[in-house]
């Protein structure tokens, strides 16, 4: 089962426009959260990721926004492009003595219309 | 250049058989990992390698397996027992994060080996 539930599955918007992907995960144990950029027919490729001792980070156009009480964090897209149009996936990481795992979301497809 | 490759790209199965997918990297990372991709589910974990000759169960691993005999290398078995084998799947490789390293424990994909039973 997913421990991090991730909406919408899919979100248009035209250029230059903000879409926000939200993400909920359950455990607090949680140390990293990543968020995963896929084109189609590609592997995920990392896009940016956050701490949970940090309430926002921000990357170029891209930022991450982080609320620990609820347990929720949000990914939005500034100034959005056609080249951003992707699927993306939010995760939640572990990071054990035996090594780290990952628990991505179910991902959002985003199409930036031109 | 560096990095995750899988072959094959393409392929597909009868009912019944085995088929192994490749996948093998020259990032000279010490962990791999197999996900599989279906619509709307997200990537999930079927089995994880920290070192050689050592892998996990991830939380799907049931109709695979998996061995880690070489570093660079670290194939898929989709076996007979799989109920639902059409998938997408993504492996992918990474150094070690913890909490005090400077790196972040990025994983870093292969470009995905389609398989579809007939």
């Known amino acids: 089962q997913q421990q991090v539930k991730q909406s919408p599955q899919s979100l248009i918007v035209q250029k230059g426009g903000i879409p926000i992907i939200n993400c909920a995960y359950e455990?607090?144990?949680?140390?990293?959260f990543p968020w995963y950029q896929q084109f189609p027919g590609k592997g995920p490729a990392l896009l940016i990721a956050?701490?949970?001792?940090?309430s926002e980070k921000k990357e170029g156009r891209f930022t991450i926004s982080f609320n620990k009480s609820a347990k929720q964090f949000s990914l939005h897209i500034m100034d959005s492009q056609p080249g951003d149009s992707a699927t993306y996936f939010c995760?939640?990481?572990?990071?054990?003595?035996?090594?780290?795992?990952?628990?991505f979301g179910g991902g959002t497809r985003v199409l930036v219309k031109p | 250049d560096g990095g995750i490759t899988q072959s094959p790209k393409y392929l597909f199965r009868k009912e019944g058989q085995n088929v192994t997918l490749s996948c093998e990297q020259n990032?000279?990372?010490?962990?791999m990992y197999w996900y599989r991709q279906d619509p709307g589910q997200g990537l999930r974990l079927i089995y994880y390698?920290?070192?050689?000759?050592?892998?996990q169960k991830g939380d799907i691993a049931e109709g695979y397996s998996v061995s880690r005999e070489k570093k660079e290398s670290f194939p898929l078995t989709v076996t007979s027992a799989q109920k639902n084998p059409t998938a997408f799947y993504l492996c992918?490789?990474?150094?070690?994060?913890?909490?005090?390293?400077?790196?972040?424990?990025?994983?870093?994909f292969g470009e995905g080996s389609r398989l579809t039973v007939l």
């Open positions: 992918a490789s990474s150094m070690p994060h913890r909490r005090t390293a400077p790196n972040t424990g990025e994983l870093f």
């Open positions: 455990n607090t144990a949680f140390d990293y």
């Open positions: 956050i701490r949970p001792d940090v």
């Open positions: 995760a939640d990481e572990m990071i054990k003595a035996a090594g780290n795992k990952l628990t």
């Open positions: 990032l000279n990372h010490d962990a």
């Open positions: 390698s920290q070192i050689v000759n050592d892998f």
